[in-house]
């Protein structure tokens, strides 16, 4: 039963570029986030989708940055012309389609190095 | 305003030793959650406790919550080396789905 699976492990774009994140729950979690983290720091909550719907993107920079959640494959976070601050580790987070309070399984994030 | 502040931001120990970690907020909860990030990877979900528990335990965790205070603790009894990490804790307000907010993390390095 494999866990959330995130990909590419490692980004690296210059700034300018596009940086593609892709996020597969688990099994039977339509329930996807993404988180932002920078060094040393917690995790900062950016948006909250389930299939084809965002839910919550109170966390979600305005500009530049997107989110996505088809009905077939994976969670996408788009960020288009990054700049160095958008050097951090992203990590996705599924659940399952419960109405009880359950805890969040995490991928093992993307690193995204603008240069 | 931060929810979910972690004190200390880092601490070291020698094996054998407890470990204790505390965790204030700001809001009312539904829940806070424990989940622990070794370097480089994710985070994986330690414990939970409701709004309506004091105290909780799982093999040598054992967090307390104190509503009134908006503090909860983790107490690692008995540390290994393994148990290096960092330490976050988490608040579930009940906002839609099971939103997380989380702290800033206590790093942990226990010495062999």
């Known amino acids: 039963n494999a866990g959330v699976m995130q990909n590419p492990r490692h980004l690296v774009r210059r700034r300018g570029q596009e940086a593609r994140l892709r996020c597969s729950p688990m099994?039977?979690?339509?329930?996807v986030y993404w988180y932002r983290q920078l060094p040393e720091e917690g995790l900062k909550f950016m948006v909250y989708l389930q299939k084809e719907n965002i839910i919550d993107e109170s966390g979600m920079p305005k500009e530049r940055f997107s989110a996505e959640f088809p009905k077939e494959g994976p969670s996408i976070l788009r960020i288009q012309q990054v700049v160095r601050g958008d050097s951090a580790a992203y990590f996705c987070a599924s659940s399952p389609p419960t109405g009880t309070r359950s805890p969040l399984h995490f991928g093992n994030g993307t690193r995204l190095t603008v240069t | 305003s931060q929810q979910g502040e972690e004190d200390p931001q880092a601490l070291s120990i020698q094996e054998g030793e407890n470990a204790t970690m505390n965790c204030s907020y700001k809001t009312s909860i539904n829940n806070l959650q424990w989940y622990r990030q070794n370097s480089g990877r994710g985070l994986v979900h330690l414990i939970l406790?409701?709004?309506?528990?004091r105290e909780k335990h799982s093999g040598r965790l054992r967090v307390t919550l104190d509503t009134s205070k908006k503090s909860s603790s983790l107490l690692i009894t008995a540390s290994r080396a393994a148990d290096t990490a960092s330490y976050f804790c988490a608040t579930d307000t009940g906002a839609a789905g099971n939103k997380l907010t989380f702290g800033g993390g206590t790093r942990v390095l226990v010495k062999p």
């Open positions: 099994k039977g979690h339509s329930h």
């Open positions: 406790i409701r709004s309506n528990e």
